[in-house]
DNA sequence: TTTAAATAGGACTAATTAGTCCTGTTTTAG
DNA sequence: CTAAAACAGGACTAATTAGTCCTATTTAAA
């Protein structure tokens, strides 16, 4: 369902998330600790998100990523997703058809179609920073 | 979601379906053609499926594939997606957590395990047979 | 009984995804 | 002013998935 990045570049945007609520900056090694994700991969998923506008990153010594406010408050995970992956996963057929529609359906279309809207509904209404709260809360985990 | 081979596999499947209804043998090529899938790739899922007991072939000159009639009265697609990408569909976690749980929650677990429900339970409840009814009345098609 | 059509299966190659590493640049602290 | 800590980005390597190809075996038909 996610590429490896997206698994990754998820768990790094709630994890900032939870640390820009208290106006933290955090580098790649905090990032990629957290979720134990690959430093160096993590790295170059952070740049990405950066370039999206998804985080804001400062250079230099004490440097680091964040998310500004004003993002957080409406960042989705569809954006996220999006941002990563492009957007296959609203577009595809899951039987591999040149794209998925309603003229030329695929055995499995009817029955996916509704699956596939509540993923991306459910992508597009989840806030990074209600996770962000949850996992402050303790109540989920970015690693075991 | 679904690896090429399980698609491969799903389209394979159906078809044999609709052929066998007609107690019609069909080999690898016609099969491949049927869902324009790479012969030689289909032929290797083929041979998984039939070790699964999924499909049932026939060796030597007008041998071919088909199913059984009364595999095919039950046959459901977590059958062959099982048979083919494993149970990796049931038991992962979304953000790639070492195994889902409710134990260890990562962020996303509570709004995906709905959707994870979902999709097995389309899987456990869908028909090959059904679709290849809808595919006989080419209410839907296996390539464009 | 020979031949050709077919599956079975292993070894291989290609493409994609995952992940690393190095070099350059920015910036702050000493 | 210099050193060290950090991001930016490109080139590379590793692993996995996708896909091919060849050889052996089976079997029906000529
Ligand atoms: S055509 Fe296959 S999912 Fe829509
Ligand atoms: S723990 Fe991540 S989906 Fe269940």
Redesign the pocket.
């Known amino acids: 369902m996610l ?6 570049g998820i768990k790094a945007t709630v994890f900032l998330a939870q640390q820009s609520k208290n106006d933290l ?7 990629a600790g957290a979720g134990n ?8 998923i ?2 990405q998100l ?2 999206s506008g998804i985080v804001a ?9 964040y998310i500004e406010k004003n993002v957080l408050r409406k960042l989705n995970l569809l954006q996220i997703v999006t941002a990563i992956d492009g957007d296959a996963i609203t577009t595809e057929c899951v039987l591999g058809l040149s794209h998925c529609s309603e003229i030329n359906p695929c055995p499995m279309h009817s029955k996916y179609k509704v699956i596939k809207a509540e993923i991306v509904n459910m992508l597009h209404t989840t806030l990074v920073s209600e996770l962000a709260d949850d996992l402050d809360q303790k109540l989920t985990f970015l690693k075991n």
């Open positions: 590429s490896k990045a997206c698994e990754y900056l955090s580098n790649v090694n905090e990032i994700s690959p430093v160096a991969f993590t790295a170059k952070l740049q950066a370039r990153s400062v250079k230099g010594a004490q440097g680091g990523f």
